[in-house]
Nanobody, 119 residues
Framework: QVQLVESGGGLVQPGGSLRLSCAAS????????MSWYRQGPGKERELVAF????????KYADSVKGRFTIARDNAKNTVYLQMNRLKPEDAAVYYC????????????WGQGTQVTVSS
């Protein structure tokens, strides 16, 4: 059974930090590129960060460059999103997604974790 389980969300003040985790099971994690997406209230889901299967390449949305860092540990089947200097506009439900690098049509989504940025 394929599962992607996000954790680490919560309430943080502007300027604060959070680290999200996404634990994968039921598939060969090391064959999958991983991404973090987010969806704020009334907004479309957007790509935040991406990392290749081996972790050798990453990409970020312009809005989070220099503040967020994506990383993965293939031994632990987990992908992380370190979020620093959080802003109110970063508040959203954050989702992790995995897609098979040899066939991007094969993809899995997690259930999401809420991040609230407020004083």
């Amino acid at each position: 059974q394929v599962q992607l389980v996000e954790s680490g969300g919560g309430l943080v003040q502007p300027g604060g930090s959070l680290r999200l985790s996404c634990a994968a099971s039921g598939f060969t994690f090391s064959n999958f590129a991983m991404s973090w997406y987010r969806q704020g209230p009334g907004k479309e889901r957007e790509l935040v960060a991406f990392i290749t299967s081996a972790g050798g390449s990453t990409k970020y949305a312009d809005s989070v460059k220099g503040r967020f860092t994506i990383a993965r540990d293939n031994a632990k089947n987990t992908v992380y999103l370190q979020m620093n200097r959080l802003k109110p506009e970063d508040a959203a439900v954050y989702y992790c997604k995995g897609h098979y690098e040899l066939n991007p049509l094969l993809s899995y989504w997690g259930q999401g974790t809420q991040v609230t940025v407020s004083s």
